[in-house]
């Protein structure tokens, strides 16, 4: 029994003296800085995502962020929540708040597009005035992206209203 206690000490021990990286070096450009453009030239727009009930929500915008330890995000514009009739239930400016994480899929190189461009996938956390606070999915194809993956934006927002499939519209990351 002391030679067990004995070895998971020595093995703490070693591993507490062992220099750790606190993170990646690069983390493959996903604590880098980038540009986002929802629906803005040279992005088609508007960004239109659908709610099971057949709402839909209609966004145009621009920030940056940084992802990793050192994450910040900003940016905003201008949405619009219709429900599945039409009728408008809120519109206004939304705002980003923050980010929850970034994956990177690469530049744009392979798309025949500059290699600032990039495509992956960005949670925002953002605030739309009058309808409340949510996170924001901006995808974006270039790069190598997994399978499975739509060009576009999906909507949780707190009150209940999530638009979960990408409808129209696309998106574009830009390396900094």
Request: glycine share 16%.
């Amino acid at each position: 029994m002391k030679r067990r206690l004995f070895a998971v000490v020595l093995a703490l021990a070693v591993l507490a003296i062992v220099p750790w990286p606190a993170q990646a070096a690069d983390a493959n450009g996903n604590h880098d800085t980038y540009q986002f453009l929802l629906g803005m030239p040279p992005a088609m727009g508007p960004d239109v995502a659908t709610a099971p009930d057949g709402s839909t929500v209609t966004l145009t915008g621009s920030g940056s962020f940084k992802a990793g330890p050192s994450n910040t995000a900003s940016g905003g514009g201008t949405y619009t929540i219709k429900r599945a009739s039409g009728a408008t239930l809120a519109s206004g400016a939304f705002t980003v708040t923050g980010i929850l994480g970034f994956v990177d899929y690469g530049d744009g190189t392979p798309q025949g597009l500059p290699a600032f461009t990039h495509g992956g996938q960005a949670n925002l956390r953002v605030s739309f005035a009058g309808a409340g606070d949510g996170v924001l999915t901006v995808l974006c194809l270039l790069g190598s992206p997994p399978a499975g993956k739509e060009e576009g934006i999906t909507l949780v927002l707190g009150k209940g209203m999530n638009f979960t499939k990408p409808t129209s519209g696309e998106t574009v990351f830009i390396k900094v």
